[in-house]
C-alpha cells in the first residue's frame, strides 16, 4: 500500500506517514486503532511487533518500510495514559 493510499484511508497527509517511517513523529492513538483496522491486527500486534504486521512490507514507490521501532515508546505512554485515565475515574468515585 503506498503512502498516499493509507493517507486517504487515515485522512491525514502523505507528509505525517513519511515522518513515522523515518521515526521523527509516531501516531496517535486514534491513528493506531485505524491502523489496527485496516491491517487486520491487534493494537498488541501493532505496537509490539508480536505477529507478521511487522513483517509486512508497506510498497512506496521508492522504497519498502518495514513498521518503526518507535511503536516500542509508543507503548509506554499508552499505559501511563491509561493509568491516569482510571485514577482520574476511581477518585472522582471516591
Keep these: 500500500?503506498?503512502?498516499?493510499?493509507?493517507?486517504?484511508?487515515?485522512?491525514?497527509?502523505?507528509?505525517?506517514?513519511?515522518?513515522?517511517?523515518?521515526?521523527?513523529?509516531?501516531?496517535?492513538?486514534?491513528?493506531?486503532?485505524?491502523?489496527?483496522?485496516?491491517?487486520?491486527c491487534s493494537l498488541d500486534d501493532l505496537v509490539l511487533g508480536n505477529n507478521q504486521v511487522t513483517d509486512q512490507k508497506l510498497h512506496t514507490k521508492e522504497e519498502h518500510v518495514k513498521t518503526p521501532k518507535y511503536m516500542w515508546e509508543t507503548t509506554g505512554g499508552i499505559i501511563l495514559g491509561l493509568g491516569c485515565i482510571l485514577y482520574l475515574i476511581i477518585s472522582s468515585i471516591f
Design 1 to 40: 500500500m503506498s503512502q498516499e493510499k493509507l493517507a486517504e484511508k487515515l485522512h491525514i497527509s502523505r507528509q505525517a506517514i513519511s515522518r513515522w517511517e523515518s521515526e521523527d513523529a509516531t501516531p496517535d492513538l486514534n491513528t493506531l486503532i485505524m491502523l489496527s483496522e485496516i491491517f487486520h
